[in-house]
């Protein structure tokens, strides 16, 4: 079982710290660099670990928070429900305690569409969201992965919940399914995310994710209100579908609209310095080196 000591193989002058929010949980998180704050949020049943191949560039010019979001890594786990609101209602917390100003916010699938929520919510201190494949769409438990090389996998969740068997392999062969180039994918990042799981509680928190699908859907109603500037960006090869995306397009104010080529759900593991890229020029203006 892991207790987040992989983040020191990839980032070993900066050991990760804790932040306790109102709600009972604590924050792990990992902060470095110089600049404006840049905060990046992962993805599901994955951890701040899943921007490793970023994080060494960006904090060159950013002063970087990469979250473990509530009930992943190695943050609280706690028996409540893990809806888009807990999520949105942690990371604008956290923003706040750490007084955070002209934030760029961004992040990947269910990170992405928390960089928009939070965004509605915080338009003080967020001066620029950047939404990576947001997954804020589908049409029944776990829609979107459902659409994946692997999908069906996903079903085995919406029969036996909370008591899902989730052997290495399998969570692997999930992982990859979301990737456009699975050899891309580190082997020990991989283990790492497989040893992380199994903590205790770890999958009550992937199946309560799962579960409340329909939150992250209900969650679009505040687009319309956002007034960040937005920078939306999706995979050529994302599960969204071309209606999925123009719905997203069409609830935000004129957004930015970008399109990562030969990438799959994980653009930031398939195309890690076209991302980074993207976030350099639509970001807070950098720290000059």
């Known amino acids: 079982m892991s207790t987040g000591e992989y983040s020191a193989v990839w980032n070993k002058a900066d050991p990760p710290r804790t932040l306790p929010l109102s709600n009972g949980f604590s924050i792990r998180y990992l902060q470095t660099g110089e600049g404006p704050p840049l905060v990046l949020l992962h993805t599901i049943r994955t951890q701040l670990d899943y921007f490793e191949k970023l994080v060494p560039v960006l904090k060159k010019h950013y002063q970087v928070f990469a979250l473990d979001l509530p009930g992943h890594g190695q943050s609280t786990i706690l028996p409540v429900e893990y809806t888009e609101k807990l999520f949105r209602d942690s990371v604008a917390e956290f923003i706040t305690r750490l007084d955070l100003h002209d934030v760029t916010l961004a992040g990947e699938s269910i990170g ?112 319309p209100r956002i007034a960040t500037p937005v920078t939306l960006v999706y995979s050529d090869n994302d599960w969204s579908s071309p209606e999925d995306r123009e719905q997203t397009r069409r609830a935000l104010r004129n957004p930015e609209v970008l399109t990562i080529r030969d990438a799959g759900h994980f653009g930031s593991l398939d195309q890690p310095d076209e991302v980074v890229n993207i976030i350099l020029s639509r970001g807070a203006k950098p720290a000059r080196n």
Not at 112 to 134: K, Y
Not at 200 to 222: C, D, L, M, T
């Open 112 to 223: 992405g569409a928390l960089a928009l929520t939070v965004s509605s919510e915080l338009p003080n201190r967020v001066s620029h969201a950047i939404a990576l494949n947001p997954y804020d769409y589908g049409d029944r438990f776990g829609g979107g992965i459902r659409n994946s090389r692997s999908g069906w996998i996903i079903g085995l969740f919406d029969v036996f919940g909370a008591y899902t068997i989730e052997p290495e392999f399998l969570l692997n062969t999930v992982l990859k399914g979301g990737s456009q180039n699975p050899d891309y994918l580190q082997p020990e990042l991989l283990h790492e995310f497989y040893r992380t799981g199994l903590r205790p509680g770890y999958r009550r928190v992937e199946y309560s994710v799962f579960k409340n699908w329909q939150s992250w859907i209900e969650a679009r109603q505040v687009y």
